[in-house]
């Protein structure tokens, strides 16, 4: 019998299969996750990333930490990418950070998003600066609001409301090519 994990039970009968919802904690004898009608959640994906198990449906788009952590799993050369590693989620806390990151200076950029926006080079003095006080994320990044309020159609609290929980810590490197990847299962 195979396991699937699933967001809603398909019209399916079968002897082969066992369904079983995203509540599940057990992710041990799950060998197949299908997306129907809705979305697992981000943890979710996580975990089935981490654990190599292929996922089929509705949303395949990875946020930059799961891009990163398939990267690693792969062994692809990528910036190395700072994150909780406990609960694979992005820093909140300064502590946190203080426990992971011993860089000077760094990448900050929002996991969800494109077209560069809210990408900026810190010191930790900046970065430790935004997590103790939203109101410092205004000033560091006042170029970038700017931007933001004249020239894109997105939330203009955008930066702001990443740094509460979804902000990337990455080393710094020169590239001279970006790429996308797109990954089919």
């Known amino acids: 019998m195979i396991k699937i994990l699933t967001t809603k ?21 799950i060998k197949l996750a299908l997306e129907i009608e809705s979305s ?17 449906g509705a949303s395949h788009r990875l946020n930059k930490l799961h891009q990163s952590i398939l990267l690693n799993r792969l062994e692809i050369n990528h910036p190395e990418t700072f994150y909780n590693k406990h609960n694979c989620t992005c820093f909140n806390q300064i502590e946190q950070f203080d426990s992971f990151v011993d860089l000077e200076k760094f990448i900050v950029k929002p996991i969800n998003g494109a077209r560069g926006i809210g990408i900026k080079t810190l010191n930790r003095e900046q970065y430790k600066k935004c997590l103790e006080n939203p109101d410092e994320i205004q000033n560091i990044f ?31 490197i020169n590239v001279k090519h970006e790429f996308r990847m797109i990954l089919y299962i």
């Open 40 to 56: 697992f959640n981000s943890n979710t994906k996580l975990i089935l990333i981490a654990k190599d198990i292929k996922c089929i």
């Open 9 to 29: 039970t398909p019209n399916l009968i079968s002897s082969q299969f066992k369904f079983t919802g995203e509540g599940n904690d057990n992710f041990d004898d």
């Open 142 to 172: 006042k170029d970038e609001q700017k931007y933001l309020e004249k020239n894109v159609d997105a939330n203009p609290t955008y930066i702001k409301d990443s740094f509460s929980s979804e902000m990337l810590v990455q080393e710094i």
